[in-house]
């Protein structure tokens, strides 16, 4: 199985048409995503529609665009994380994987200091499980985590991290996309 399927070669042409149909059908479940966190009292972020496009035509492919959260949880309690992933290629992408760490990795340019740089009691989560996420071309889909405030930490507000990679299995992974959030053990 390729790492990324190859696909025809598309005409520029194409290749904006299909970004712009891209952007338009992810903005639109952007605000379905929005007003459902709004209706559930969650927190919210998404890239704007600049930023969006940005990712969309020249970054790294695929990409994390929205995130929905639990503001505050109790020591020993959760928090829910729910974050979309998107694949705006004319190709099939394989092996994707998130991993979701609590601490300050996002202040951390270089992934290889982001990922030492977590807190010791929280979880490290991974989703999915073997062999990966695999996104058809145009294709979007969420992942929902649930973290566990450990009983024994200190109010305060803590970072989260979520790292989208694809694993190249015998090699080093593709870093791809990361988002940042916050939230409050009280």
Known sequence: MAQQEEGGRESVEEQL???A???RALQDEVE?????AESEGLNFTAPTEEQLLKKLHGGRSPSIYFQ???GAASPGGTIGYTLGITNP???RWVWLFVTVLIGPANLAFNVDEAVSAVHPRFPRLTLPSFDGLQLAPGASQSLSFSIQVPSAVEPSNYFGTSFLFQSRWHDPTVNLDRSFFVFEVT
């Open 17 to 19: 048409r299909r970004q």
């Open 21 to 23: 149909e891209h952007a």
């Open 32 to 36: 379905k995503r929005r007003a459902q």
């Open 68 to 70: 929905a959260w639990a």
């Open 89 to 91: 290629d004319p190709t």
